[in-house]
């Protein structure tokens, strides 16, 4: 057959190999970004209620309205901002569906697309299916930050889009107000749209608050704000997610995901609906329940060879390991995996840059039962 494959250079995700190698090994799985626990109890119900009461056939193209009504709410709620639910509010399979369709919504054949390494690795192969050119710079350690003097020189008169994730995966950095005011100045003066991921908006801790494009008005009218419930509500597998975007970009949004999965789940849609409106206290809870894990995770590793800086966000946390081993991190995490009994990822598969094999620094994922995390914790103090 005669076809040239379009990305030639894509195999299967670091994810899907190390959660594999996980079982392969009977390791404790600290790699792939899932709980192992499940989603709350009265949400289960109320899915299980749906799925048994006729809600089983195509929901509406944008989204449930009940669903769309409760995003809009907690969008008031938490970034002070009114979204209209019926133009702005679109319910996706996930927040890597929204990712692509905003990217193929807007990126035509040549456009540069500024990202950040290390970095979440759906959005290099969506501007590249495109036609368009991924820059990617890097977030500065070792605060993981981003350097907005090196953005604005790799600015061209080709730049289209900026993509930022923050609570960031996989170093858990977070944003500042000087970081969201930079933002805001440089889309404006370079006329760019955002994608701004963020999946972990309810897991920043330490008592600071996460700030979201949606809480700037400028940013609100150039952005597309993704979120995932599959991350807020601990049901990674139910693969649904919303972007919020003016209603200029959100029809835009929606042309291509309507030839793409064309809708969510429905029954999934209905039981979050309920759930949402009945137990607010729910998302308000996350950052306590996260950092309480990150805390008992970090103790427990304090008496390791592992160098830790606690994580700021995300339900990921990076240790650098170079007064263990002097190994290239994907060797290392193998080692761990498959002789020590604890999966983790190397973050050398977060940057486009060779150089990156020289990190000595893996991550490891807490949102696993206290037990679990000591289990792993123990294991890993005795290197
Ligand atoms: C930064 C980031 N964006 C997007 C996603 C995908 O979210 P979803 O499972 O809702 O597609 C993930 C999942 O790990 C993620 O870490």
Known sequence: MNFISKLPDVGTTIFTIMSQMAEDYKAINLSQGYPDYDPPLELKERLNWHVNNGHNQYAPLAGIAALRQQ??????????????????????????????????????????????????????????LSGGVPIHLKLCSPEYSIDWRQVESAISSKT????????????????????????????????????????????????KKHKSV????????????????????????WKTGYVVASALLTKELRAVHQFVTFVAFTPVQFALADYM???????QSLPSFYE??????????????FIIKPSKGTFFQLADYSRIADVPDKVYAEYLTQEVGVAAIPISVFFDDPDSESSRVVR??????????????KLLCAL
């Open 71 to 128: 995003c809009a709410f907690k969008i008031k709620e938490y970034y002070d901002r009114d979204v209209n639910w019926d133009t702005e509010v679109t319910i996706t399979p996930g927040a890597t569906e929204a990712i692509y369709c905003a990217i193929t919504a807007i990126v035509q054949p040549g456009d540069e697309v500024i990202m950040f390494d290390p970095v979440y690795d759906c959005y290099d192969p969506a501007v590249r």
């Open 160 to 207: 289209k889009v900026i993509i930022v994730n923050f609570p960031h995966n996989p170093t858990g950095s977070i944003m500042s107000d000087d970081d969201m005011m930079q933002l805001e100045e440089i889309a404006v003066k370079y006329d760019l749209v955002v994608i701004s991921d963020e999946v972990y908006e309810h897991f920043v801790f330490d008592g």
């Open 214 to 237: 949606l809480s700037s008005p400028k940013l609100a009218a150039r952005s597309f704000a993704v979120f995932s419930f599959g991350k807020s509500f601990h049901a990674t597998g």
């Open 277 to 283: 409106a009945s137990n607010p206290e729910h998302l």
């Open 292 to 305: 309480k894990k990150r805390d008992i995770f970090c103790s427990a590793l304090k008496e390791s060879r």
């Open 364 to 377: 490891f994922c807490f949102c696993k039962e206290d037990d679990t995390l000591a289990s792993a914790a």
